[in-house]
Nanobody, 115 residues
Framework: QVQVVESGGGLVQSGGSLKLSCEVS????????IGWYRQAPGKEREYLAR???????QYEDAVKGRFTIFRGTTKNVVYLQMNNLKPEDTADYYC?????????WGRGTQVAVSA
């Protein structure tokens, strides 16, 4: 079993920043990727960014240049730095552990951006 826990969400004004954390624990493989997703009310979950085990990153166009995915000092913690937040970024944000043995999702952290 792999546990995924997100944290760092909150309420921020438009133009502000937040740093989300994703902590992975349990029976993880030595190599795995981490993805960040979000789901706004009434919408489907959408992909935001991915950090491959080899360090490569990929971003969805909607967040490219504003969001940065990176690993902390320990491999099991991955961050999503979100800058220049907009009201349309309001959503529940989810972290996904992606491995050759399967995936695990966290329960999400709420982000609200006021105009």
């Amino acid at each position: 079993q792999v546990q995924v826990v997100e944290s760092g969400g909150g309420l921020v004004q438009s133009g502000g920043s937040l740093k989300l954390s994703c902590e992975v624990s349990g029976r993880t493989l030595s190599a795995y990727d981490i993805g960040w997703y979000r789901q706004a009310p009434g919408k489907e979950r959408e992909y935001l960014a991915r950090l491959w085990d080899n360090g490569l990153t990929q971003y969805e166009d909607a967040v490219k240049g504003r969001f940065t995915i990176f690993r902390g000092t320990t491999k099991n913690v991955v961050y999503l730095q979100m800058n220049n937040l907009k009201p349309e970024d309001t959503a529940d944000y989810y972290c996904r552990y992606i491995s050759g043995r399967g995936d695990s999702w966290g329960r999400g952290t709420q982000v609200a951006v006021s105009a």
